[in-house]
C-alpha cells in the first residue's frame, strides 16, 4: 500500500523530467523486496528498517500508520467483542502487522488464533468489507474507504507505526534521474 500511495504518485511526476524513463513497479507485499535487490532484480526497495544492512544506501522514510478496520456494520460492537469472536484477514502467513497492533495495543491475547489470510491488498480489503473479519490496513489507503462508509476504524485514535527504509546499492556515479528518484520519495 505504500508503493499506491506514496511512492507510484510522486516518482510518476518525474515522467515530466526524464520522459526516457521506464518504470516497472512491484507492488509486491510480501517480505521479498531486499532479496530481489540483492539478486539485481529491483533498482530500489521500500523494506523494513531493521532490515537494512550496511552493504545498503538508505533513506529513512515516514512510517506507515496502520489502523484497525472492520467492515462499517461493526461500528457499534464493543472491540474486545470483535476481537475475541472475529477472525483476522492478513496478507500471507508471515505478515505480522496486525497482530504486532494488537500486541501493542493490549489486545493480542484475545485474538481469535486462526487467520484468514489474502495475499492481494485489494482482495484483503473486500474480504473486509464483507465481514469475513478485520485487519490493520495503511491510514492513507483505508481513509476514502472509511469516509465511503466501507470501512470502520475500530480503535479510532490508535495506530500502530511500521519504520521503512527507501534502499539501493551504492553506484559509483548515480545518475541525475535516480537521484530525484530517491528525493521525491518520502
Given at each position: ?7 507510484i ?12 524513463l ?95 489470510l ?69
Open positions: 500500500s505504500i508503493m499506491r500511495s506514496r511512492v504518485p510522486v516518482v510518476v511526476k518525474l515522467l515530466r523530467e526524464f520522459p526516457e521506464v518504470y516497472n513497479f512491484d507492488l509486491d507485499d510480501g517480505e521479498k523486496g531486499a532479496h530481489k535487490l540483492k539478486a539485481g532484480e529491483s533498482d530500489l526497495a521500500v523494506i523494513p528498517r531493521d532490515e537494512v544492512v550496511p552493504e545498503m544506501d538508505s533513506k529513512l522514510l515516514q512510517p506507515e500508520r496502520y489502523i484497525l478496520v472492520g467492515p462499517a456494520k461493526w461500528k457499534k460492537i464493543p472491540l474486545p467483542e470483535i476481537i475475541n469472536e472475529k477472525h483476522i484477514v492478513d496478507f500471507d502467513s508471515h505478515d505480522k502487522m496486525t497482530l504486532s497492533y494488537l500486541r501493542e495495543h493490549g489486545l493480542r491475547e484475545m485474538a481469535h488464533p486462526i487467520r484468514h489474502a495475499n492481494n491488498t485489494d482482495a484483503l480489503t473486500a474480504m473486509v468489507m464483507m465481514g469475513v473479519g478485520y485487519s490493520v490496513l495503511d491510514e492513507q489507503f483505508a481513509a476514502p474507504y472509511i469516509r465511503q462508509g466501507h470501512l470502520a476504524d475500530l480503535n479510532p485514535g490508535c495506530f500502530y507505526e511500521n519504520s521503512l527504509a527507501l534502499v539501493w546499492y551504492p553506484r559509483p556515479q548515480m545518475p541525475r534521474y535516480f537521484a530525484e528518484i530517491i528525493k521525491a520519495v518520502k
